[in-house]
């Protein structure tokens, strides 16, 4: 389905007050088309209608007419190093303004500084015996079956 198909079906949904299927197109645009500002604020401006100063925030962050209460609340919902995912703006791509490469040259800084595909040791201890405690009460769980099905047969 064509973007001016969606865009027609978005009108429609917001017509007859039904938001929900029309953020999910919203989406759904969005993600084929992430740096169309145009959509961005279009998203923007259903969240707004529904009262979500956050959603709001997020997608109208790197318009140059964002509400600046609905970019702070976006700002402190996501932490500085999560804002570039949270945004969904592809790696690499050229921001179309001027604000845009404002508000996008701080977080996509942030991402290269936090590596996110390693979990802290912490972590990673907590989860290996969550694993070995699981096994254990696995292990435990088939010897009790396997002498109770013993003690039916025989």
Request: aromatic share 6%; proline share 6%; charged share 20%.
């Amino acid at each position: 389905m064509g973007k001016s198909d969606l865009m027609d079906r978005v009108a429609t949904d917001l017509t007859k007050g039904h938001t929900y299927p029309a953020i999910q197109r919203m989406h759904s645009l969005v993600a084929v088309h992430p740096t169309d500002l145009d959509l961005r604020r279009r998203l923007a401006a259903i969240y707004r209608a529904t009262g979500n100063a956050v959603e709001a925030g997020r997608w109208s962050y790197l318009d140059d007419s964002a509400d600046p209460a609905e970019i702070a609340a976006f700002e402190s919902r996501y932490p500085l190093h999560r804002r570039l995912d949270a945004l969904r703006w592809p790696a690499g791509a050229k921001a179309p303004t001027d604000i845009s490469r404002v508000r996008l040259a701080p977080l996509q800084a942030a991402a290269v500084a936090t590596p996110t595909h390693a979990a802290p040791p912490g972590l990673r201890r907590l989860t290996t015996a969550a694993a070995v405690t699981a096994l254990v009460a696995l292990a435990l769980l088939a010897v009790i079956g396997v002498q109770t099905v013993l003690e039916w047969l025989f």
